[in-house]
């Protein structure tokens, strides 16, 4: 079965932690992994995606195959990171739809 | 920065209701989409459109849902005959078609059902 899965429904950290958002994800094959986030009242956005291993906000998110996972990583939250993070993969059937995990909300608080 | 475009930001309809959701995606772009969002539940696939066809649907795009793309710019989700469960934000979005799978979602328009 295709399918993402974000554990957490919602994070909370303080300003200046660490963050690790996880995602697992199930497909047969090499799936092209994602990170979208939804800030406030703004539309679904790219943060990064696993081919480019490109550091983007200061998150980052390794592959891990053996694992199937693609948790998402920042050394020092910032407020600004409140959003919604949803892991996705685009599956490679019919032009490559993407499969969504449900989303976790991070709150970085003050 | 070119960006998909959605249209209205809200409809509200009665149940049994037609409606005509509407999208403009990035102009270069050669896939289409349509997902949808169920008030606290994940972002589901519903329809995939390239070369003026369906490529891939889902099995909530019953028979109730169409698409198309009638002008070369606008790509268009009808609902036939609204039900209260088709209640939901609907996301536009289209990809180049190049080997980038990266897609770019529109604001979406939220449905409201009656």
């Known amino acids: 079965a295709q399918r993402v899965t974000q554990p957490e429904k919602l994070l909370s950290v303080f300003k200046g932690a660490p963050v690790e958002l996880k995602c697992n994800y199930s497909y047969s094959g090499s799936p092209e992994l994602f990170w979208y986030v939804q800030y406030s009242r703004q539309r679904l956005q790219l943060l990064l995606r696993h081919i480019s291993r490109e550091s983007i906000k200061g998150f980052t998110a390794d592959l891990n195959k053996g694992e199937t996972s693609f948790h998402l990583k920042k050394p020092f939250a910032q407020e600004e990171d409140s959003a919604m993070y949803y892991c996705?993969?685009?599956?490679?059937?019919?032009?490559?739809?993407?499969?969504f995990g449900a989303g976790t909300r991070l709150f970085v608080k003050a | 920065e070119p960006e998909v475009t959605q249209t209205p930001s809200h409809q509200v309809t009665q149940m049994g209701q037609e409606v005509i959701l509407r999208c403009v995606p990035i102009?270069?772009?050669?896939?289409f989409y349509w997902y949808r969002q169920i008030l606290g539940q994940k972002v589901e696939f519903l329809v995939s459109?390239?070369?003026?066809?369906?490529?891939?649907k889902s099995e909530i795009f019953d028979d109730q849902f169409s698409v198309e793309r009638p002008d070369g710019s606008n790509f268009t989700l009808k609902i036939r005959s609204t039900k209260l469960e088709d209640s939901a934000m609907y996301f536009c979005?289209?990809?180049?078609?190049?080997?980038?799978?990266?897609?770019?979602f529109g604001p979406g328009t939220r449905l409201t059902v009656t």
């Open positions: 459109f390239y070369n003026n066809e369906i490529s891939e």
């Open positions: 979005a289209s990809r180049t078609g190049r080997q980038l799978y990266e897609q770019y």
């Open positions: 102009s270069n772009h050669l896939y």
């Open positions: 996705a993969f685009a599956a490679a059937t019919g032009g490559f739809k993407t499969i």
